[in-house]
């Protein structure tokens, strides 16, 4: 099983309305990355949160990290047909500062 | 251009064969990660490396090997004991607290 899970596994929105995709782990994360990826592609990378209740955003998606920094969740606003791929939530964990893994991700498609 | 490439796109092996997956970064990034990625599914770890010639074992490390000699150079040879090799495969670098830079990926097909 993997460390970080995320929820929900795929969703699907009609274009403009507002989603939520939350990322959990069972053990203090160090640092939190968020991901994009389309079908059969690298992933583009989001954002990054590092300290307990940090919230970042960018255009329309805004990121969180709660301040346990075990759960962090991606929001967008007023989704639209570019937003649809695979979002991906990857950490370190404290003192290992190297071995990044990540979660099971959410597969995202916004309707018409 | 800075940034990380990895070859061949496609590549289908035979049973029984072993396979090299290239990745190549000039980015100057100490460490270098390869994953594993089934369809609707995450990215599992491989291997990683955090400097040259050392490299530790991920979550799914059985039936794949890799060597790191180069700081830029970190390929992986899916083995012929690795019983279910179909998949996508990234490569990935990154130094400290920063974020990943990924591959484009290498899609193996068992034939």
């Known amino acids: 099983s993997q460390e970080l899970e995320q929820s929900p596994q795929s969703l699907i929105v009609q274009e403009g309305k507002n989603l939520t995709i939350n990322c959990t782990s069972s053990?203090?994360?160090?640092?939190l990355y968020w991901y994009k990826q389309k079908y059969g592609e690298g992933l583009i990378f989001l954002m990054m949160l590092q300290k307990g209740g940090e919230e970042k955003s960018h255009e329309k998606i805004t990121a969180k990290l709660d301040e346990k920094k075990q759960q962090s969740s991606l929001h967008i606003t007023a989704s639209q047909p570019s937003h649809a791929g695979i979002y991906l939530c990857?950490?370190?964990?404290?003192?290992?500062?190297?071995?990044?893994?990540f979660g099971t991700g959410t597969r995202l498609q916004v309707t018409l | 251009d800075g940034g990380i490439t990895q070859s061949p796109k496609y590549l289908f092996r035979k049973e029984g064969q072993n396979v090299t997956l290239s990745c190549e970064q000039n980015?100057?990034?100490?460490?270098m990660y390869w994953y594993r990625q089934d369809p609707g599914q995450g990215l599992r770890l491989i291997y990683y490396s955090q400097i040259v010639n050392d490299f530790q074992k991920g979550d799914i490390a059985e039936g794949y090997s890799v060597s790191r000699e180069k700081k830029e150079s970190f390929p992986l040879t899916v083995t012929s004991a690795q019983k279910n090799p179909t998949a996508f495969y990234l490569c990935?670098?990154?130094?400290?607290?920063?974020?990943?830079?990924f591959g484009q990926g290498t899609r193996l097909t068992v034939v």
């Open positions: 990857g950490a370190e964990r404290t003192g290992t500062a190297s071995k990044l893994t």
């Open positions: 053990k203090t994360l160090y640092g």
């Open positions: 980015l100057n990034h100490d460490a």
């Open positions: 990935a670098s990154k130094t400290g607290y920063t974020e990943a830079f």
